[in-house]
């Protein structure tokens, strides 16, 4: 089972995201602080993050971080986002994420962009995967994706 790591700063949403991803396989830790993500980096094989998160590091070094690939290879990165900072979504472009979700993001839109993110890096939901170690780069350009229509 893929591990994720969500690092978002409201606590609603971070339950919200973690219950719904759980109930379809996947386990995710959570954490509100890019301090706490860091350490955390290298037991995981997908990240998920605000822009808004707090801690000594910003969250595009994060993602930085992550893309840098803990232990050699890099990790599919998400963004969830309630800004409308342009300059941010640059940077988190620049930095590698994979995809940025704009808020509000309903969980099935989140799961859908886990299960692409996975997909192309060879994994699913009821893949037992090895830890990042074993993963590859897909180098796809990254993707912007805004509210569902549907609830």
């Known amino acids: 089972m893929p591990r994720i790591l969500l690092v978002h700063a409201d606590t609603d949403d971070r339950e919200m995201y973690q219950e719904y ?3 379809h396989g996947y386990d995710v830790s959570v954490v509100s602080t890019t ?3 860091q350490s955390l980096l290298p ?3 997908l990240l998920i993050t605000g822009l808004l ?3 000594t590091r910003s969250p595009v070094d994060l993602i930085e971080s992550a893309k840098a690939g803990p232990n050699g290879h890099p990790l599919p990165v998400i963004v969830v986002t309630g800004s409308i900072v342009v300059a941010l979504h640059r940077a ?3 930095a590698g994420a994979d995809e940025i979700l704009l808020k509000p993001c309903f969980p099935e839109d989140l799961l859908n962009a886990v299960e692409r993110r ?3 890096h060879g994994m699913s939901r009821d ?3 090895p830890l ?3 993963l590859g780069s897909d180098g796809a350009t990254p993707r912007t994706v805004g509210p569902s229509s549907t609830p």
């Open 92 to 94: 988190a472009s620049a």
């Open 43 to 45: 037991s995981v094989h």
């Open 21 to 23: 991803l759980g109930a």
């Open 35 to 37: 301090d706490a993500a």
């Open 132 to 134: 990042p170690s074993s």
């Open 127 to 129: 893949t037992s995967a």
């Open 118 to 120: 996975l997909a192309c």
């Open 53 to 55: 998160v707090g801690g």
